[in-house]
T-cell receptor, first 113, second 114 residues
Framework: DVKVTQSSRYLVKRTGEKVFLECVQD?????MFWYRQDPGLGLRLIYF???????EKGDIPEGYSVSREKKERFSLILESASTNQTSMYLC????????????FGSGTRLTVV | AQKITQTQPGMFVQEKEAVTLDCTYD???????LFWYKQPSSGEMIFLIY??????QNATEGRYSLNFQKARKSANLVISASQLGDSAMYFC???????????FGTGTKLQVIP
């Protein structure tokens, strides 16, 4: 019954590494989103995509990029991981047809050492 | 741009009592939607309730109701008959405009006391 799957629950990476966070949804949703969650700051939008190969910057895109080559898959890329990117990363998807909310993945807790 | 304000970082409530979690929003779009999500310690985000800006009546879902006061730009969540399993972080969120981009508040941590 899982609808939005994030490839890793926990991840530990070294400073300077290139990191890929993968998200796959099986609901045929057009929209996909990447957020990071930090205590006291809530969820902040990094990037989103409303169609294959389309991407839009969110509120905090610096240090990140994304890729959406297929409708069901949305990847978040940390080009050169830094310690201030240690966070919980949440992927979500939504339908442009129904427009009544997100379905979230279970999150990836990334630690950069 | 839209903004969500949750002024209660943490709250306690006695089991079986009702509790209200505050949320105010700011958006310039005439058409928007408001959500509440629950995040238990396990980390998953659980959708609780939705209110559209043109909905005339307050949304209800079981023990959850959304007290929507449009003129005040507030969308408070009311949980009736609190249960121990209600202990979690609660996020208020708003979307407006295209692509359903959602802005979240900073959250309220609710703890239910036996």
């Amino acid at each position: 019954d899982v609808k939005v799957t994030q490839s890793s629950r926990y991840l530990v990476k070294r400073t300077g590494e290139k990191v890929f966070l993968e998200c796959v949804q099986d609901m045929d949703h057009e929209n996909m989103f990447w957020y990071r969650q930090d205590p006291g700051l809530g969820l902040r939008l990094i990037y989103f995509s409303y169609d294959v190969k389309m991407k839009e910057k969110g509120d905090i895109p610096e240090g990140y990029s994304v890729s959406r080559e297929k409708k069901e898959r949305f990847s978040l890329i940390l080009e050169s991981a830094s310690t201030n990117q240690t966070s919980m990363y949440l992927c979500a998807s939504s339908s442009q047809r129904t427009g009544n909310g997100y379905t979230f993945g279970s999150g990836t807790r990334l630690t950069v050492v | 741009a839209q903004k969500i304000t949750q002024t209660q970082p943490g709250m306690f409530v006695q089991e079986k009592e009702a509790v209200t979690l505050d949320c105010t929003y700011d958006t310039s779009d005439p058409s928007y939607g408001l959500f509440w999500y629950k995040q238990p310690s396990s980390g998953e985000m659980i959708f609780l309730i939705y209110q559209g800006s043109y909905d005339q009546q307050n949304a209800t879902e079981g023990r959850y109701s959304l007290n929507f006061q449009k003129a005040r730009k507030s969308a408070n969540l009311v949980i009736s008959a609190s249960q121990l399993g209600d202990s979690a972080m609660y996020f208020c969120a708003c979307f407006s405009g295209g692509y359903q981009k959602v802005t979240f508040g900073t959250g309220t941590k609710l703890q239910v006391i036996p």
